[in-house]
């Protein structure tokens, strides 16, 4: 069975830091583009980073440019987001995907493969 599952959301003050884990199984992360998106409650589906497949190329939203980094460790199937001076905007379900590099980007659509979510929330 193909499945991503993301890891390491919680609730955390203004200004302190997170790394959200997104495991892999059943398929192989690094033969694929990997995409960290969120959504806030009333909001819509929206991309914070991704990262190619072909060389490791990383992009990120201008709303988060600066404070989130995106990482792959191959040796264990996962892809990592490490959000830094977090902000109460940040607030919102973080969700991990999958799909082919030429799909790299963030439009959802373009992605084969979804985690179920992992909680962000931060407030004082």
């Known amino acids: 069975q193909l499945q991503l599952v993301e890891s390491g959301g919680g609730l955390v003050q203004p200004g302190g830091s997170l790394r959200l884990s997104c495991a892999a199984s059943?398929?192989?992360?690094?033969?694929?583009?990997i995409g960290w998106f969120r959504q806030a409650p009333g909001k819509e589906r929206e991309g914070v980073s991704c990262?190619?497949?072909?060389?490791?190329?990383?992009y990120y939203a201008d709303s988060v440019k600066g404070r989130f980094t995106i990482s792959r460790d191959n040796a264990k199937n996962t892809v990592y987001l490490q959000i830094n001076n977090l902000k109460p905007d940040d607030t919102a379900v973080y969700y991990c995907?999958?799909?082919?590099?030429?799909?790299?980007?963030?439009?959802?659509?373009?992605?084969?493969?979804w985690g179920q979510g992992t909680q962000v929330t931060v407030s004082s």
């Open positions: 059943g398929f192989t992360l690094d033969y694929y583009a």
């Open positions: 990262i190619s497949h072909s060389d490791g190329s990383t």
């Open positions: 995907a999958a799909g082919p590099d030429y799909g790299l980007g963030y439009e959802p659509g373009e992605y084969d493969y």
